[in-house]
């Protein structure tokens, strides 16, 4: 069983940035690679991010690509979303996600509770 526990959503204007981390229960971090989903009001969740196992291969959503960098400390059991350049449709609710398969789309084998972003315009 894996626990993930996200922080660092909030308030923010245009064009400022954010940093989100997840942090993972247990000792098995590494065997799992890693996501970053959202989903804003009646849309459907979305992955923006995703990272191998040992970070060495990572995607990233068209939308995000640029300004988005996901990225992981195994030895803190921690995965970061640097978000840049925020727009107001970067706006929902973002999800940190678990897969023991690295691969995208990911099929996901725990999720985090999610933490709020909210950018203004």
């Known amino acids: 069983q894996v626990q993930l526990v996200e922080s660092g959503g909030g308030l923010v204007q245009a064009g400022g940035s954010l940093r989100l981390s997840c942090v993972a229960s247990?000792?098995?971090?590494?065997?799992?690679?890693m996501g970053w989903f959202r989903q804003a009001p009646g849309k459907e969740r979305e992955l923006v991010a995703h990272i191998s196992w040992a970070g060495s291969s990572t995607y990233y959503a068209d939308s995000v690509k640029g300004r988005f960098t996901i990225s992981r400390d195994n030895a803190e059991n921690t995965v970061y979303l640097q978000m840049n350049s925020l727009k107001p449709e970067d706006t929902a609710v973002y999800y940190c996600?678990?897969?023991?398969?690295?691969?995208?789309?990911?099929?996901?084998?725990?999720w985090g509770q999610g933490t709020q972003v909210t950018v203004s315009s």
């Open positions: 247990g000792r098995t971090f590494s065997s799992y690679a």
């Open positions: 996600a678990a897969d023991r398969q690295s691969r995208v789309p990911m099929k996901v084998d725990y």
